[in-house]
């Protein structure tokens, strides 16, 4: 009976300690990271893909996330009231019933195919079979540090998957890291500014620099991928050649590549020469960019420019010429930014940008000011 009543007493001693201990805080879970041709999109659970039936589901705004121009060239649109996706690109449209199951292919009119459309909150998933061989799309599902990689890629994809996931460790780490961060934050883990989020989304500085140094440029990059941050980069046509490596990491890494030409000579040679920089671009590193900074430009050159379907980039603040403290450029960005105006801002040159980009961004981010890329809208 003694050797009972001993056991009996470590199984309480034992529970007691146990019931003592603090809660063990879950790490995040295994990922799908997801990228369209060579561009890593954010990782967050409302549009991470996921299996359902055997099927891989993606979120509509892989396929078109508002930007232009599109990763994948095709165009979505979701009626929530309607229940329809409609995903069109060349003449070829797709409409996907939610209500009926089905989807409608407009090169075949007599037929109906069956598919399943998940809507979960505002976004809805589609299947990616279906998406992948109406618009001739490749896929890959690699396994990778801290999940999966899913790549959906288009004719117009640059890199092979091992070359893209050697060059986008660094960009997945620290989405991983955010998204992790963020589970802890909703498990009750104190953040570093509750009002950062709110802050960030209400203002936007857009950076640009001249990518004149190489080495200056990638040091750039690299500061910026490590913060989140991201920023514009402009190229002159000249400058395109043999820079293949840093224009692929500027566009894995989620920044924007936008083209800076001289104006001088007139609309038909300004838009020659924006043609000749962009398929320099393409042969570097098969993109092409509609962002183009011009100088010595007239507002005849300019209307001419945009007319020919390119956007001018007009900077709110320009400090090609003389660069402020970093105190002052934040003032002026913050200044600017809070009045709801789009403040974009050139910073000269890549080692010129570099002195000032370290306190410049820890300024604006401390008063909840994101560093963003230039688009088509912001521009």
Known sequence: MKWRKRILSMLLALLMFTSILPPVTQAAPSVCFTSVNDTIRDLNDETMPFWSDGLLYIPHTAIDDGNVPKELGIYCSFNREKKIVTL???????????????????????????STVIVRGDVAFLPLDTVAKAFSLKYSYLKVDYGYLLRIKSDAVVLSDSKFIDAATLPMTQRYNQYEKTHQNANGAPSGNENDGNQAARMSAYLALLADDPAASERMLLFLEKNGHAATFLFD???????????????????????????????????????????ALWTASNTKTRLVCLSSASDAVIASVRSAGYCPVIFALDYQEKLPSASRAANSILSYAGQGKVCSVYLGGAEQAEKLMASLASSLRSSGCALARLNEVTA
């Open 237 to 279: 046509e000249t400058a395109i050649a043999g820079r293949d490596d840093l224009l692929r990491h500027v566009v894995i890494s989620g920044s924007a590549v936008a083209l800076r030409v001289d104006a001088s000579e007139g609309a038909e040679q300004t838009i020659s020469a924006i043609e000749r920089a962009n398929e």
């Open 88 to 114: 069109y690109r060349m003449g070829k449209v797709i409409v996907f019933d939610i209500a009926a199951g089905t989807v409608y292919d407009n090169n075949d009119q007599d037929t109906l195919l069956d």
